[in-house]
């Protein structure tokens, strides 16, 4: 390329001298070196001569250039003896011809390009500086050599295109380039410029890397904008050169049209850039971001950034780490640890930006809030919120309120946060203070996903981090628990429990953290106990050596507390006991311990197994209830660990259960029983009479009487110090069964007598003697009843899943013994006020807990009656309750079953016994595998009912109403939905778990399963009474039908309501938002979507299944027996719909709400359905109506100027002809409903804008004048329809439209008044005519003194005085002020009728104004009368519209 000169005589006489060297004697240094400067100073030419003069001495080899003078100096002595030479400026030529020959020479070239050495000759007085420049930048610094010395360089570069540049070797190219670089003045600027591009395009990726990275240090100001656009050029070229391409670009002055092509260009390569050089383009894109289009190019950049490539290296090592070499593992791991170093540069470059640039921060926020679509967030989203929450303190609230959106909606599932934690913790672990800031906060949350999602940050943070990390999670869950809400604590101890599951051996170096919870233990209750003590023992016994000092102190708190008189502490001391025995007691593994320890080890576990058994037992003994909770907590404890205990250990225990639960509780069956009772005994409720030999019986009356009368004898029965009590039936049955099912593999064959023999009760003939019983006998019956019915339920819980046909037939008896005995115990407890039953369960806070009173059932019912009995009173009585629920609606979801009680209560000995449900033992989930049972209605069951119920195993329809009843409250406890918001100072703790022991110990999840199992039968049943009732309405115009029938009617009714109900709480679940239950959505959409399309379902996609799904309920509503029932119909249609609600979905919801609204509804005995219950679902139904119309505003008017006259025009107890359900009882539901959805429908108005054009500003005063009509169509009813609640509404609602009207309505009234004056004057008269009617209502309110009312009166009055301002404020800005005029509005009653009882404050009233927008004829053709007013007061304060 470079063609090769001819060697000068000089250089040929150099050439000669440097080969002859080697030849001469060696003897001494000091004579080669005068040898070598001798034949140098004979054979330089003019260059080394002209160099040497001016101050520089040429080293060979290793040595530096040396310069003796100022580099200033040395440039003007070169360039004064160039142009003052003889040969000048031929003197030029030969110059740059020695400097060629002399840097052929590698070495000696080297010296040229690197800095010069500084030396001080003797007798120097001028100080060379520190730092010289290299000799080639010298003589570039010289004009007459520059363009010479240039091409010179240039020229030079090709030789070295295709050197290797090891580690230490010298890279030429680069040091050439750099010569260019920071020169004080360049000639000819262009033409380097132009010959770097040109050299650009031939060089190898090396050189051209370095040309392109030195262009910056090189161009002059006027030339960066062309060069900057080659560069772009290039970019789009090839990725090979992105990184230094755009480093070069982000140091030049770049116009705005070109920094945007630029970005475009860096944005288009971001998917496939090298993940080394993904930090560069980032960085790029996020310097040049400008505030305008910030959240555009972040939206962008958010959809190219894709850190699944970056996961990808570490999930190759991990699958190579296993079958691959060492070299290749090693190799990987290498890559590995790149790929990670390149995301952590990549999210340092992001935070620089976000730190240091608010526009990206923010946009950044706002482009992640954007985006809708789950499928559109990625792991990224998360890390750089957490990023953004970690170093902008001004961002955190907007980070923390986008995150948590962002989780209630699904679209940052837990997985995706478990992915960011696995995959990229390096980068996370910076972050560490907000995930532990965030995780707490979510903590305590009111919705359940983020409640979830902080749970998991926990566990992550624990999974992933080091040691100082683990130590803060774990302290700050220790706090959740000592110090959070009940919420919190459950959550925490959550958290614990999977983390000691999962990660025992890291847990346990935390373990004296997680001990000091047992010093806050007086707020946990007994299932959060539980939970506290598995952990404990689970790290106790995990590891030997380590947990023996939680032992100790786990032993020093159990007998401390075992040995205490309050119960309180007695229940938490059995708890933590059993909880040991269960770890002690738990199956070891062979790599626990070798074969040598193992006979030590099971002595030394045997000892401890009998210690706590004989501690708890001696505690226990004397005591019923403590002994009873023993035997449950036990029971529980085997059920819990099925088939993970080593009942070897457990033997001795074993044996003497067998043996005290017949000697206690069971007797050999005979006619006559000897002693004296209050009743006389008899064997009832035998199933086996067939058997007469061997048979047995519960000694149950006998037992009660020795209990209730306290006439306990030391009898044979009753050898041992243990107190035999009937409360310890049940418990102590429950314990023998799962301890005999655990020995024999789920076999009852031993115990299998138990199901069919008989109790010593009495003759339960009560009917008519109750009265003629003494209090005391009357008592005793109910506890015999209750003792009976409790037996029978634990007898149901032990055998429902037996498989033999006569056991089925067996445990379907005892079912409809239950039904049997509850109606007769319904009778006795009417018939015996102030009864308090035995205890039933034992772990909660009873019999503290439920308030043994004197008042009757009627006092001693949960929360949820005292609302729904509120509820009621609030609707009868027009009492001061009305302002404390206005406007809410009533609390379906939560009273349900009361209410259902109440309604019931005439047909249903079930609702009488809905507050005594404490007092009843448990049933398990796996007892509603009786549901597959098909129904049997009375009219099949005419005759031979026994042959065929042991042939045909069916369900009865008193039955399976008693099995949905208590599957309805056990979904009601167990799947919480989605409206559940906490209560921030719960009245009644503990409470609310009573009765739900079983279910507490399994999770949501686990009893939505067991539900989706029991889909098809419960599918089946309500099949039937579809069916059932289809035929009823058919029948109708029959004649009537006997007595028999309507009681069979509300039971079916019942059966529906409640099959409604569980479909409810199932699909209202708010599990079903979280991404890993979307599975089990599936399966139970499936199930129904199966009944409509059998066998086609199985690829459905999800909204196909929904819609089949709701297709499915649909078809019900045609059958539908009860109000309340269309009203759990619709609930559940929108818990399936809205996942997610489409527009079909919604015409069908609007059209269906209506048609119940349109329908009369008349129940069995010909009566109009009415009451709290009914005004309830009224309230649900017609909300749910006008939330899903199309039009709301022309729905209101609707019912308001059609149903409504209707019912005016109507007799006393009538009602609107159209709308069946509106009567004059249930007009305050339709008015507060139809109000309050006008209220919140005109917010949704967009306000005026100046920017509206004319079409868009007459659209809204349509919407507007609709708005304004309805508003005084409903405020006129009040001169009807004068009661208190309705004036109540009208005051409070009145004021809320009033403002949303000044808010939302006048600006737009603003813009247009000129335009469409006749509209504007029509709206503003039509809302004057309510706004005075609202203001006679405040001298009504003020006149009869009702404190509930008055108190909306000051807030009102400042709205319409706003009113009058704002009007006045409008005209003005059109330049029509002269319209307004003022004048005095009296104060009058509903009626307009004048108050004169402020005579005395006659002289105020001058001052009061009236106002009236009046044009005249010149300015406006018709005038406005919107007038104001407001009773006597001083100034203007009192002016009213």
Known sequence: MISKRKLSKVDASEESCKTDLPKTKKSRISDK??????????????????????????KAGEGQNEIAVDQMAFQKKLCLALEKHPTYPAVVKEFISGLESHIKDRNQFKNCLLPCTPVRTEGSRNLVHSYCESLIKLLLGIKILQPAVIALLLEKIPEFFFDIVGTFGTNFPRLIVNQFKWLDRLLDSQDLVKKLMQMVSVSPVPIQHDIITSLPEILEDSQQSEVARELSCLLKQGRRLTVPILDALSHLDLDAELVAEVRQSAMTIVPSVKLEDLPVVVKFILQNVKAADAVEVISDLRKSLDLSSCVLPLQIHSSQKKVKSQVQASSSLSQVTTSQNCVKLLFDV???????????????????????????????????????????????????????????????????????????????????????????????????????????????????????????????????????????????????????????????????????????????????????????????????????????????????????????????????????????????????????????????????????????????????????????????????????????????????????????????????VHGSFLFPVKSLYNLDEDQSQGAIAINLLPLVSQSELGRITAGASNQSKRAVSPMCLSPCFRLLRLYTAEQNSGSLEDIDALLGCPLYLTDLEVEGKLDSLSKQEREFLCSLLFYALNWFREVVNAFCQQQDAEMKGKVLTRLQNITELQNVLGKCLAATPGYVPPPATFDSEAPEAVPSNAAGPGRKRSGRKKKADGSKAGSADRSQADDSSEGNQPDTELSELDKTAADREAGNPLAQLQSYRPYFRELDLEVFTVLHCGLLTKSVLDTEMHTEAREVVQLGPAELCFLLDDLCWKLEHGLPSGSTRRVPFPKERG???????????????????????????????????????????????????????????????????????????????????????????????????????????????????????????????????????????????????????????????????????????????????????????????????????????????????????????????????????????????????????????????????????????????????????????????????????????????????????????????????????????????????????????????????????????????????????????????????????????????????????????????DEDEEDSAESPAEEEPSGSDTDGGGEPGPGPSAARP
């Open 33 to 58: 070196e005068n040898a070598s400067v001798f034949c140098g100073l004979e054979n330089e030419g003019v260059f080394e001569e002209l160099l040497r003069t001016s101050g520089i001495v040429l």
């Open 350 to 672: 992001i935070k620089l930006a976000v730190r240091f640039q608010k526009d990206v921060s923010e946009a950044w926020i706002k482009a992640i809030e954007n985006s809708t679509s789950v499928s559109d967030h990625k792991v990224l989203d998360l890390i750089v919120l957490l990023l953004i929450h970690s170093t902008n303190t001004r961002n955190r609230k907007q980070t923390e309120k986008v995150l948590r959106s962002k989780i209630r909606l699904g679209c940052m599932p837990e997985q995706l946060m478990q992915n960011a934690f696995q995959n990229h913790s390096t980068v996370i672990k910076d972050f560490f203070p907000s995930i532990l800031a965030l995780a707490q906060t979510f903590l305590h949350s009111a919705h359940p996903a983020v409640v979830s999602f902080g749970s998991c940050m926990y566990k992550q943070a624990f999974a992933a981090f080091d040691s100082y990390c683990q130590q803060e999670v774990v302290t700050a869950l220790v706090t959740h628990v000592c110090v959070g809400s009940e919420t919190e604590l459950d959550i925490s101890l959550d958290v614990l429990t999977d983390l000691v599951v999962l990660h025992t051996s890291l847990l346990m170096r935390y373990a004296t953290f997680v001990k000091t919870i047992l010093d806050s233990t007086q707020k946990l209750n007994p299932c959060q106990i539980r939970k506290l003590f598995y952990i404990l023992s689970t790290l106790a016994f995990s590891q030997k050596q380590e947990g023996s000092y939680i032992q100790d102190d786990m032993h020093m708190v159990i007998r401390k507390w075992l040995s205490s008189t309050v119960p309180n502490h007695k229940q938490m001391g059995i708890i933590g006991a059993v909880s040991m025995i269960g770890s002690v007691a738990l199956k070891r593994t062979e790599g626990d311990a070798t074969s040598l320890e193992r006979p030590e080890l099971n002595t030394e576990r045997d000892g401890q197994l009998s210690t706590l058994l004989d501690l708890v037992g001696f505690c226990c003994e004397q005591t019923p209830e403590v002994l009873a909770l023993y035997y449950d907590e036990f029971a529980s404890l085997i059920e819990r660990q099925k088939g993970n205990l080593d009942l070897q250990l457990l033997d001795e225990f074993g044996k003497s259960l067998v043996e005290d639960f017949p000697s206690d509780f069971v007797v050999d069956l005979s006619p006559t």
């Open 991 to 1405: 409470n609310k778990d009573i009765g739900f022991s079983h279910l507490c110990q399994r999770s949501p999840k686990e009893v939505a399963m067991c539900v989706i199992d029991l889909l098809k039968p419960l599918c089946k049943h309500m099949e039937n009474m579809h069916n059932y009732f289809q035929a009823a309405v058919q029948n109708q115009g029959a004649e009537d039908e006997p007595v028999v029938n309507i009681q069979e009617h509300q039971l079916m009714s019942s059966c529906y309501q409640l099959l409604l109900m569980v479909f409810r709480s199932l699909f209202a679940w708010n599990g079903f938002s979280q991404h890993e239950n979307a599975g089990l959505l599936r399966s139970a959409l499936r199930v129904l979507a199966d009944r409509l399309k059998p066998g086609e379902t199985e690829f459905l996609l999800l909204e196909e299944l929904i819609s089949e799904s709701f297709q499915y309920l649909l078809n019900f509503q045609q059958s539908v027996p009860s109000f309340h029932c269309a009203c759990i119909l619709t609930q559940l249609l929108i818990a399936i719909a809205e996942k997610p609600m489409s527009g079909w979905k919604r015409e069908k919801m609007a059209s269906l709400a209506k048609q119940f609204l349109c329908q009369s509804w008349v129940k069995p005995s010909g009566d109009r359905e009415k009451g709290s219950q009914f005004n309830s679902a009224l309230h649900t139904l017609l909300c749910v109506y006008l939330e899903h119309t199309d039009d709301i505003l022309k729905a209101i008017e609707e019912i308001s100027s059609v149903g409504v006259p209707e019912l005016m025009n109507s007799a006393k107890d009538g009602c609107s002809s159209t709308y069946p359900t509106l009567s004059r009882q249930t007009f305050p539901v339709f008015f507060r409903v139809m109000m309050a959805q006008l209220e919140s429908s005109v917010k949704s108005i967009p306000a005026g804008k100046p920017s509206d054009s004319s079409e868009v500003q007459l659209e809204k005063l349509l919407h507007w004048n609709i708005a304004v009509r309805n508003f005084h169509i409903l405020i006129n009813l009040v001169k009807v329809f004068d009661s208190r609640p309705v004036l109540n509404i009208c005051l409070k609602y009145g004021r809320l439209f009033v403002e949303a009207f000044l808010k939302l309505a006048m600006p737009l009234l603003d813009h247009s008044f000129k335009k469409h004056t006749d509209d504007v004057q029509s709206l503003l008269k039509t809302l004057q005519l309510s706004t005075r009617q609202l203001h006679h209502m405040c001298g009504h309110s003020k006149i009869h003194q009702d404190i509930g009312l008055t108190n909306h009166v000051p807030l009102l009055k400042k709205s319409l005085e706003q009113f009058v301002y704002r009007v006045k404020a409008m005209l003005a800005f059109n330049h029509c002020q002269e319209a307004f005029w003022v004048g005095i509005l009296k104060n009058r009653d509903l009626q307009g009728e004048e108050i004169l009882t402020q005579a005395s404050e006659e002289r105020g009233s």
